[in-house]
């Protein structure tokens, strides 16, 4: 189905994942993008039932499956560049009940695949972690201690293309790293009146080179979602949420300028996009759960240039706001996607993924170059799987 006059993307190729019920992406790289399939999650006795997870590689552009991999573990986290994905995962898969579990039963390691065969490089063991993202040639992570005492954390560089340690710092209560500008930043949680603190990381030495404090408008227990910096307002832009009981969740966008100084606020929006020059965020409304409409704002001075109060999501892991397509920003209302003009709002068309009635849904959706990924649950009677949107060569 198609609005306005702009093209809306169409199918170019699919793949179904035989007896897998859940997927997800992993990591894009060298023009592949991986996804991680499950089957439907076992329980006997009250026991989980460990369960080998696949791993494929397909092209972006024909659907062709590059290389497979079965994976017996858990708990992970994936970041991936152009010549490696890079996966922390919980070795082995342990099963256990809530009556019959020890901490020192669980071992994490950091894990690589090359993009061009799915060979596995070097591997590093590592302590839990929250945080895993590779940039300019480096991967960071940090460690969380297994002594209940310790309060402070180890940040962790490796050189991304062996594995071997750069540099460790020490930092206070890390709820998330991210890179942005030309700095390492951890977001502590700070019990400090004056509230979390943004810590800038010199990414060649791990010393801190600046602290910026964020003062969410919300306390106790919150996390930075996203972090970006716009060259363009020269800002630093910070989704904030507060996740506690569901229904009252709080959310908050916080602009900061280079010297660490709030220029803007904005109230009930997160998980933001830049589309052109316009952030094109979520917006939440009590009682503060779900999506409940899109709105685009001026980055420059956190003003509303307009907003759609009909573009919900009722799936609270699936973001509404998806990305940029060819110019537009492409969002999700329900098993439909939508392009937006980003000055306006305005819809300039729409397509639906899956019939209405169907009992799978969107899992995920992601925007890599032209082509736009989904991936799509299974259930008893259909497998997951994954589509890849694009224009045909003869609608260009």
Not at 18 to 25: L, S
Request: charged share 20%.
């Amino acid at each position: 189905m198609r609005a306005g006059s702009i093209n809306a993307p169409s199918l170019i190729w699919q793949a179904s994942l035989a007896g897998r019920e859940t997927v997800k992406f992993a990591g894009t790289g060298s023009g592949r993008i991986a996804v991680l399939a499950e089957p439907r999650p076992r329980i006997e006795n009250g026991v989980y039932i460990p369960h080998s997870i696949q791993m494929v590689a397909f092209d972006i552009k024909s659907g062709a499956a590059a290389w497979r991999k079965e994976i017996l573990g858990g708990d992970i986290i994936t970041t991936a560049d152009n010549f490696r994905l890079y996966m922390r995962l919980q070795l082995p898969l342990v099963s256990y009940d809530a009556f019959d579990f020890h901490n020192d039963e669980i071992r994490h390691e950091i894990v690589t695949f090359r993009w061009s065969d799915g060979r596995m490089g070097w591997h590093i063991p590592c302590e839990g972690t929250r945080s895993l993202f590779v940039w300019n040639g480096q991967v960071f992570y940090d460690e969380v201690s297994k002594n209940p005492y310790l309060t402070r954390q180890l940040v962790f560089a490796v050189n991304a293309d062996t594995g071997k340690e750069a540099w460790f710092t020490r930092h206070g209560d890390i709820r998330g790293l991210f890179a942005a500008h030309d700095a390492l930043y951890a977001y502590d949680e700070s019990r400090d009146p004056e509230g979390e603190t943004l810590h800038a990381i010199d990414p060649a030495t791990g010393k801190d080179t600046q602290s910026l404090l964020l003062l969410p408008l919300f306390r106790p227990t919150t996390h930075l979602s996203a972090l970006t910096w716009l060259p363009n307002v020269q800002v630093l832009v910070g989704a904030i949420e507060q996740n506690s009981t569901p229904g009252i969740n709080a959310y908050q966008i916080r602009a900061l300028d280079a010297g660490g100084k709030p220029t803007w606020d904005c109230q009930d929006v997160g998980r933001f996009q830049l589309v052109g020059d316009v952030l094109i965020c979520q917006r939440y409304t009590q009682p503060h759960e779900y999506p409940r409409g899109i709105l685009g704002l001026n980055p420059a001075t956190g003003h509303e240039l307009w907003r759609r109060s009909d573009i919900t999501n009722d799936v609270g892991y699936m973001d509404t706001n998806i990305g940029e397509w060819r110019g537009q920003a492409v969002v999700l209302q329900d098993n439909r996607l939508i392009g937006l003009s980003p000055r306006t709002g305005k819809t300039a068309w729409t397509l639906d993924i899956l019939p209405p009635g169907v009992k799978t849904s969107i899992q995920q959706a992601k925007i890599v170059g032209d082509v736009i990924v989904i991936a799509i649950g299974g259930a008893k009677d259909r497998p997951a799987q994954v589509r890849a949107y694009a224009l045909r060569p003869s609608n260009r």
